[in-house]
């Protein structure tokens, strides 16, 4: 199995080469690789030419800024024809050093009804000093999947489905799950929205074509910084709604709208949880904004719930 990698890069010239290092030091050496530099006015080119060099998996695409969701599809676009699955991996993060070996051969082992395998994540420093973690903590190991009404914990072993994913964006960042190219190219581009959401807005199409099989271990070194799109809770506020209403739209079968309608449910239950969870943990700044947002959560609902 021929697996594909796109790293995307804006003005990364501090991280892009951990990240393309992560991949040429990783245990199996059949991948291909596209940089798709989005714009950078910094050495982010040069950094990622220099590595590319005497490397003939290795190549470089430069277009004018588009941001996330049209810098995957460049890449994507490159890798179809020779890949039979891809991975996007974010400029700033870094693989773990058997990472697609792990994941490519639970995906080839798996049947066909599996359109991709995810592992999960832990923390580095902007410096890339890595935070210490237990997996059984890690986020998104803990997951629920809609039933009727209902809402019921997954074991390890289930896999996650659409069920699982219209309640929350399970799959922390795109590069953790290599994804089987079939699969991406019937879901469709990558589709723009503000505050970063399109991964999870991208993921659960590619959930109604089949499932994806969670590896409970650490597969991927996610980069914190002041500022990023997953330490910015306002900004990614701003897709949930959106990604919402395309849930309650013919864009998706009237079963799948009727279980999309549950899960935003018990996805505005869980963000009272999380403002009662830093209220307890004494966090009286992070409860207040976590309870405004639940508010305006189940505000959406009740708006919408009727259009499902």
């Given at each position: 199995?021929t697996?594909?990698?796109?790293?995307?890069?804006?003005?990364s010239e501090?991280?892009?080469?951990?990240a393309m290092?992560?991949?040429?030091?990783q245990?199996?050496s059949d991948?291909?690789?596209?940089?798709?530099?989005?714009?950078s006015?910094?050495?982010?080119?040069?950094i990622?030419r220099?590595?590319?060099?005497?490397d003939h998996?290795i190549s470089?695409?430069r277009?004018?800024?588009?941001?996330?969701?049209a810098a995957?599809n460049?890449?994507?676009?490159a890798?179809e024809?020779?890949c039979?699955s891809i991975?996007f991996l974010d400029?700033?993060?870094?693989l773990?050093v058997?990472?697609?070996?792990?994941?490519?051969?639970?995906?080839?082992?798996?049947?066909?009804?599996?359109?991709g395998v995810?592992?999960l994540s832990?923390?580095?420093?902007?410096?890339?000093?890595v935070?210490d973690?237990n997996?059984n903590?890690?986020?998104?190991i803990?997951?629920r999947?809609?039933r009727?009404?209902?809402s019921v914990?997954l074991?390890?072993?289930?896999?996650?489905?659409f069920?699982?994913?219209?309640i929350?964006?399970i799959?922390q960042?795109p590069g953790?799950?290599?994804v089987?190219?079939?699969a991406l190219k019937?879901?469709?581009p990558w589709?723009?929205?503000?505050?970063?959401?399109?991964d999870w807005?991208h993921?659960?199409r590619?959930?109604?074509?089949g499932s994806?099989?969670m590896?409970?271990?650490?597969t991927?070194r996610?980069r914190v910084?002041l500022?990023s799109?997953?330490?910015?809770?306002r900004?990614l506020a701003?897709?949930?709604?959106?990604i919402?209403?395309k849930l309650?739209?013919?864009?998706y079968?009237p079963?799948?709208?009727?279980i999309a309608r549950w899960?935003?449910?018990h996805?505005?239950?869980?963000k009272?949880?999380w403002?009662i969870?830093d209220?307890?943990a004494?966090?009286?700044?992070?409860a207040f904004?976590?309870?405004?947002r639940?508010?305006r959560?189940?505000?959406?609902?009740?708006?919408?719930a009727?259009?499902?």
């Amino acid at each position: 199995m021929t697996v594909g990698v796109v790293i995307i890069t804006y003005n990364s010239e501090s991280y892009v080469k951990d990240a393309m290092l992560s991949i040429i030091r990783q245990t199996m050496s059949d991948w291909r690789m596209v940089v798709v530099d989005d714009g950078s006015q910094d050495k982010t080119p040069e950094i990622a030419r220099q590595l590319a060099e005497n490397d003939h998996r290795i190549s470089i695409v430069r277009q004018a800024n588009g941001g996330p969701g049209a810098a995957r599809n460049t890449g994507f676009s490159a890798l179809e024809g020779a890949c039979d699955s891809i991975l996007f991996l974010d400029g700033d993060d870094a693989l773990e050093v058997d990472a697609l070996q792990a994941l490519s051969a639970r995906l080839e082992k798996e049947g066909k009804d599996v359109v991709g395998v995810y592992g999960l994540s832990r923390d580095m420093s902007q410096t890339g000093l890595v935070i210490d973690a237990n997996v059984n903590d890690a986020w998104g190991i803990n997951r629920r999947e809609v039933r009727g009404f209902r809402s019921v914990a997954l074991p390890l072993e289930s896999p996650t489905t659409f069920r699982a994913l219209v309640i929350w964006c399970i799959i922390q960042t795109p590069g953790l799950a290599l994804v089987k190219t079939r699969a991406l190219k019937s879901a469709g581009p990558w589709v723009p929205l503000p505050g970063g959401g399109e991964d999870w807005e991208h993921w659960l199409r590619v959930s109604t074509m089949g499932s994806f099989v969670m590896l409970p271990v650490f597969t991927l070194r996610k980069r914190v910084w002041l500022g990023s799109l997953s330490t910015d809770g306002r900004s990614l506020a701003r897709s949930e709604p959106l990604i919402r209403a395309k849930l309650a739209s013919g864009a998706y079968s009237p079963e799948q709208r009727s279980i999309a309608r549950w899960g935003e449910f018990h996805a505005v239950i869980m963000k009272f949880s999380w403002s009662i969870k830093d209220l307890r943990a004494g966090l009286v700044d992070s409860a207040f904004r976590q309870f405004y947002r639940a508010c305006r959560a189940m505000m959406h609902f009740f708006g919408r719930a009727l259009r499902y």
